[in-house]
């Protein structure tokens, strides 16, 4: 019961967001506040209260011990919702759902405090779409109903796309109308196959379900499954979004209000992982085995065009944005090596790259509220003028370039480790990626930050609302960074999960020419990953 | 024919009725509000009855009618459409400067040629519905006859209605001189038959085909729809979208079902064409204009291509399809015109793009309204619209029309645009931007009790959209007791 509240809770606090402000914008703020920090407790208590089930599973070796089929869920709900379909409304609960949720949440409440001064504008419906856009994520992220999931999918894109269209900057409606486009078709083309697969499973058996744990296994043919899979892969690169299907996320993250860009950067680009881990790879696993050269080229392409775009720019939104393009590409390498090292790597990646980049997007908007531009030209020498914010904006920019002590260089690391035991060369390539990564965050900092302030720009430092956002970020990341066990043991068992779904495909055989590697690498696999690769 | 007959067609009985009580009371005393009381305790009636002719056992009433339960599905889909548009027009009818009560007439008239057509099991009922729904239709288009595109809507209307009755007659002709039959068994019999080559069959349905292409406005029988649209009273347009177009579907489903059954034939190749070309050409067309009509002229075009898609789709899914998508397209097109109406005035139609600019700050209400109509329209989740379109792609899937269902896919997308384009308008504040001075009075219907009237049915059909989004069983299951009567294959 405990997950329809987590939808509920910030479903219902829309409208209420939306008619309290319309007596007073401070009401609406303090609803939304409400709506997002209510449920972000819930997860905590819940996180809490299964610590010791998660580290049961953690400790416990061999078959059986934890796994992803149905009765292993921490929690879970299902009641009929469109029986003459074969579509109930399934949700539930594993470590990794739990994991997102604290992300969504919390995030989410990220969002609300930073439009605090910035949104002065139908303050109400501003919160009414920020929650909805809650709702829909944690929706997304608890459904288990492939029919259920692409409701949400597609659900939370209108709030979305309203942040974007009425909040946004410069060229807002272009923006919105792409980043709706895109989401669209490629989302169409994963209902497709969602159904295809609902037919060949129901031809098959008689059951016509959309109960994601019915249709796995589902067998078909291999060209058949590769289409599909393709299906799948075409909703979630987009959204990831993969190499060359990113170039909605400039234009969005750029020309959206801050809170957009946080929830874009931090919650809903990682939709793209979490679909693939929980659905696309243990539904088609020997079509993803077969994709994975290409999966591993297009990862490493956004890898080091993302970097490179990034040093390219002047506008420091758009720099922040081609970030995430590279650092996604790490996420798309992990996910496609498939193996425990890389799959903890790629969770933790998605929680400090929300993080980081959720800061500096943050950092980005607090700045154009005070000096009214993002050019980079038109600043420098800023940390003259506010050494908080110029201490704060380094320190995120070295979590992004993956400095060791932080979240992000654990999770990095933790991939690239992952992908070397599968492709050498897209680990190497992949690490280039972390040179060029240097590059463009000290570029920004040099040009933004350091040198003399020229422009007689005169602003406030951080307010203590956003002294306490960064303190809590910068605290997660540091812990991330030395102590990323608790998150490693909560995603353990899906992680342990995932891999027993796809044992009987060729994605768990070892590459045959690196078979002997690969083999010494499955042993220390559970052993490092267990030392939390702390470094 | 018994007694026990005429209870089953009941329903017709009190439409007939119903028009000819309305027109015998404004002979008398010209009222609006009685016209329109009359009208709606009519269709209520009508609805009553629908229940009376369910609980009958022999529900086919001469060769010419059946009322089974899919024809009770849809008739009560047209007297709730019907009754809409009848609330919505009183407020609209209010500011055209014309006698008002002759349109109630009209209206039920057109109803009851709709329902005759979805009862129809035989060439001549079928012709006579049809005639009946045009012939009502005609004066309905102009009935704003000071307005000139009114004028000329009316007539193009006209002309593609006689053009559409000498195609069907030709056919039918045809059909019988091969077969002897102009019963509904019969030509779907021919129909299924079509493989084996018969020219004169197969030139026959296909002058069917055109005739019912003509009234859907699938591609290339579309060009009469932008221009009627566009010239026809707001209420009318909603009216032509949505019964006159849903009496027609659920028409070809009865009479032309086996064509999905052989997916290599002329015709199913033929008709696959046509719910491509029409779901191309109307997204893309619509993309470039500018009139609102227009947009939704266009994008009807397209709803029909996917109508089409549901319709080649072989077995009761596809059924269901049909009758889902065509509940919620009923209800969505009925919200968007109704919104176009309330913004009219005595003059024109609100169907210039620069009337909706800043609408979410004038009337929130109305704007909210009008967005949910687009993003059902759109198929968005929440809303019947998504639905809608998922069974369409379930029952496009189930029956392998890949390339089909791949254009839908593309096709929608580039819709979104258009949608998007207006939702756009009505809420995104311009730097420039002041109220423009042809929106403002517009804005005047607001106070009237007419424009209230239809804010609220607005409003209820709004939720209705909603409410069956988010959960549409009720309806699927009624929906596959009305099309599990048809002889499916």
Redesign the interface.
């Known amino acids: 019961m405990i997950l329809l509240w987590y939808i509920l809770i910030p479903a219902v606090a829309a409208p209420v967001a939306w008619l309290a402000g319309r007596r007073s914008p401070a009401a609406a703020r303090w609803v939304a506040v409400a709506g997002t920090a209510a449920p972000l407790a819930l997860v905590v208590a819940q996180w809490i209260a299964e610590a010791g089930t998660l580290a049961e599973a953690f400790t416990a070796k061999g078959p059986g011990a934890s796994g992803l089929l149905a009765g292993s869920w921490i929690a879970d709900l299902k009641a009929p ?5 074969g579509i109930s409304f399934f949700v539930a609960a594993d470590g990794l759902t739990l994991i997102m949720l604290l992300l969504t949440f919390a995030l989410g409440l990220l969002a609300v405090l930073c439009s605090w001064r910035g949104i002065a504008e139908r303050v109400g419906v501003f919160h009414l779409m920020v929650l909805w856009t809650v709702a829909g994520l944690a929706g997304v992220f608890l459904a288990l109903d492939l ?1 259920l999931f692409y ?2 999918f ?2 939370m ?2 709030p979305m ?2 942040l974007i ?2 909040w946004g900057h410069e060229r ?2 272009y923006s ?2 792409k980043f ?2 895109f989401t ?2 490629s989302g ?2 994963m ?2 196959a969602i ?2 697969l609902v ?1 060949i499973h129901g031809r098959a058996t008689g059951m016509y379900t959309f109960d994601f744990t019915q249709l796995l296994g589902t067998q078909m043919a291999a060209g058949t499954a590769f289409i599909l899979m393709l299906g799948f892969f075409a909703a979630f690169a987009v959204k990831l979004p993969a190499w060359p299907l990113h170039t909605w996320l400039p234009d969005a993250h750029t020309d959206a209000p801050t809170a957009g860009s946080v929830l874009l950067a931090g919650v809903l680009i990682k939709i793209g992982a979490y679909g693939m881990l929980r659905f696309m790879v243990p539904l088609f696993p020997d079509a993803v085995a077969d994709f994975r050269t290409w999966a591993l080229v297009l990862g490493v392409i956004g890898i080091i065009y993302g970097a490179v775009l990034a040093y390219a720019q002047t506008d420091m939104k758009r720099l922040v944005a081609y970030t995430s393009v590279s650092h996604m590409g790490f996420v798309l390498i992990g996910v496609f090596a498939w193996n425990e090292l890389a799959l903890q790597g790629v969770i933790l990646q998605l929680v400090c790259h929300a993080l980081s980049t959720g800061a500096l997007f943050i950092m980005v908007g607090g700045l154009q509220d005070r000096i009214h531009t993002r050019d980079m030209g038109k600043m420098g020498g800023l940390w003259q003028v506010a050494p908080r914010m110029g201490g704060t904006a380094m320190f995120f920019a070295m979590a992004s370039l993956g400095l060791p002590g932080l979240g992000n260089f654990v999770a990095e690391f933790l991939i690239l480790v992952g992908v070397w035991q599968v492709s050498k060369w897209a680990a190497v390539l992949g690490a280039v990626g972390l040179v060029f990564a240097t590059v463009y965050a000290l570029w920004m900092m040099q040009r933004a930050f350091q040198g003399e302030e020229t422009h007689g720009l005169k602003f406030a430092d951080l307010t203590r609302i956003e002294v306490g956002m960064f303190a809590s970020m910068i605290a997660a990341l540091v812990l991330l960074g030395f102590w990323p066990q608790p998150l490693i043991t909560t995603a353990r068992q899906t992680v342990t999960g995932l891999q027993q779904m796809t044992a009987q495909s060729s994605l768990a055989q070892p590459p045959a020419t690196e078979a002997g590697g690969a083999a010494g690498g499955a042993g220390e696999t559970a052993e490092a990953a267990g030392d939390g690769g702390a470094p | 024919m018994t007694a026990g007959d005429l209870l089953t067609i009941s329903p017709l009985i009190a439409l007939t009725l119903a028009a000819v009580v309305v027109m015998l009371a404004a002979a008398f005393r010209r009222s609006h509000a009685l016209a329109l009381g009359i009208t709606l305790g009519g269709l209520a009636a009508t609805f009553g009855t629908l229940f009376v002719a369910a609980g009958r056992t022999e529900r086919d009433v001469t060769p010419l009618v059946s009322m089974d339960a899919y024809t009770l599905f849809f008739i009560g889909l047209l007297t709730a459409a019907a009754a809409v548009v009848a609330l919505l027009s009183w407020g609209y009818l209010g500011r055209l400067r014309m006698r008002p009560e002759e349109y109630y007439v009209l209206l039920l008239t057109a109803t009851l040629g709709g329902a005759t057509l979805v009862a129809s099991t035989h060439f001549a009922s079928f012709f006579l519905g049809l005639e009946i729904l045009s012939v009502s239709l005609y004066a309905l288009i102009v009935y704003a006859a000071y307005r000139e595109d009114a004028v000329e809507a009316a007539v193009k209307y006209l002309v593609l209605a006689g053009a559409t009755s000498a195609f069907l007659i030709f056919g039918m002709a045809l059909a019988y001189a091969q077969a002897g039959t102009m019963t509904a068994a019969g030509v779907a019999k021919l129909v299924a038959g079509l493989g084996s080559g018969d020219v004169v069959v197969t030139i026959g349905i296909v002058m069917l085909l055109v005739g019912v292409g003509f009234k859907l406005a699938v591609v290339p029988f579309h060009m009469w729809t932008p221009d009627v649209y566009e010239g026809a009273p707001a209420p009318v347009t909603a009216y032509i979208a949505t019964v006159s177009k849903g009496a027609v579907f659920a028409l070809l489903l009865r009479f032309m079902l086996p064509v999905s059954t052989d997916q290599g034939s002329t015709v199913f190749l033929a008709l696959t064409a046509v719910a491509i070309a029409s779901m191309v050409a109307g997204n893309l067309l619509a993309l470039r204009q500018d009139n609102v009509k227009r947009i939704l002229a266009y994008s009807s075009i397209a709803h029909l291509g996917y109508l089409l898609v549901a319709f080649l789709a072989t077995g009761e899914r596809a059924g ?1 399809a049909v009758g889902f998508y065509l509940i919620a397209y009923f209800a969505t097109t009925l919200v968007a015109f109704g919104v176009v109406g309330v913004l009219s005035t005595a003059d024109r139609d609100a169907d210039q793009l620069i009337d909706y600019r800043g609408l979410g700050a004038r009337r929130p209400v109305l704007a909210a309204v009008f967005t949910v109509a687009l ?1 059902s329209l759109a198929g ?3 809303t019947m619209g ?2 809608g379109k ?2 369409i ?2 029952a496009g ?2 029956a392998a029309l890949w390339a089909m ?2 254009v839908l ?2 096709t ?2 580039i819709g ?2 258009y949608y ?2 207006l ?2 308008t009505m ?2 504040r311009r730097s420039e931007e002041t109220v423009p001075a042809g929106a403002a009075p517009a804005t005047r219907a607001a106070g009237t009790a007419g424009g209230m009237l239809a804010v609220s049915v607005l409003g209820a059909l709004t939720v209705f959209l909603l409410l069956f989004g988010v ?3 009720p309806l ?2 009624l929906v ?1 007791h009305a099309v599990s009567v048809l002889p499916w294959p």
């Open positions: 919702w469109i029986e003459s379909l029919f409701f949400f597609e659900m894109l209108i796309y309203f269209a009425v807002r409606v919105a109308i709706f486009i669209q078709v169409l083309l209902l497709v159904v295809a037919f | 269901v993003l968005m989740p929440l998504f639905i998922f069974v792609v379930t899937t189930g269902v791949i896919v593309v929608s997308t979104l645009y998007t384009r939702i756009v809420y995104v959960y549409p069983q699927l299951r596959e």
